[in-house]
């Protein structure tokens, strides 16, 4: 099992333009989710989804968009990219909604 | 919503010197607790979870305590080794109406454990 893969790994990209994060899983999890990484700031929730065709905003959402088309995979668009955008992204899947949640290696994503 | 505060957000110590690392949350209808390290350049890593009804939970050289009523937990590290330096992470989760756990993290505590 591979776990959950996310690509890229590394990122730059200009102001105002788009991307789309990519996050693969193979372990057969209802629940995806994605973060970001900042400086003093924990780990702090962009979306959810519990399961295909479902998705939810998290604690910080906006300038974020995902869709759930299918159980493997859950990409994360950013639909016009701000320098405050700049952080480490990582999509974590869990059993059921519950107990412990696997982490991708993240993604360094810098907004220039 | 849950606000989870972490201590201290620096920690050094020796080898072989024991490290602890505590939390508190805010919602009083939280029932899991876990605890992720982080090493450099990798995604945080489970190394220790508790729920609400047990008050201590051990693993090897890592331990972790809950108190319900003060609504705080903390993570005890024994005989450290220079390969606990890390980040570690700690967050409260509730069932959401979902039925899902939705995580809430703490700001992290980096260590270093000093040879």
């Known amino acids: 099992n591979a776990g959950v893969t996310q690509t890229p790994k590394f990122q730059v990209l200009k102001t105002g333009q788009s991307m789309t994060l990519q996050c693969a899983q193979d372990?057969?999890?209802?629940?995806m989710s994605w973060y970001r990484q900042d400086p003093g700031m924990g780990l702090r929730l962009i979306h959810y989804?519990?399961?295909?065709?479902?998705?939810d905003q998290g604690e910080v959402p906006n300038g974020y968009n995902v869709s759930r088309s299918t159980t493997e995979d859950f990409p994360l668009r950013l639909l016009s990219a701000a320098p405050s955008q700049t952080s480490v992204y990582f999509c974590?899947?869990?059993?059921?909604?519950?107990?412990?949640?696997?982490f991708g290696q993240g993604t360094r994503l810098t907004v220039v | 919503g849950e606000n989870v505060e972490q201590h201290p957000s620096t920690l050094s110590v020796q080898e072989g010197d024991s490290a602890v690392i505590k939390c508190t949350y805010s919602?009083?209808?939280?029932?899991?607790f876990p605890w992720y390290k982080q090493e450099l350049g990798k995604g945080p890593q489970l190394i220790i979870d508790i729920r609400s009804n047990v008050g201590e939970k051990k693993d090897q050289r890592i331990a972790v305590t809950l108190n319900k009523t003060a609504k705080h937990f903390s993570l005890h590290i024994t005989e450290t080794q220079p390969e606990d330096s890390a980040v570690y992470f700690c967050a409260a989760s509730r069932i959401t109406q979902g039925g899902s756990e939705k995580l809430v993290f703490g700001k992290g505590t980096k260590l270093t454990v000093n040879p």
């Open positions: 372990m057969n999890h209802e629940y």
């Open positions: 919602d009083s209808a939280s029932n899991y």
């Open positions: 974590a899947s869990r059993r059921g909604g519950r107990g412990e949640a696997f």
């Open positions: 989804s519990v399961g295909a065709g479902i998705t």
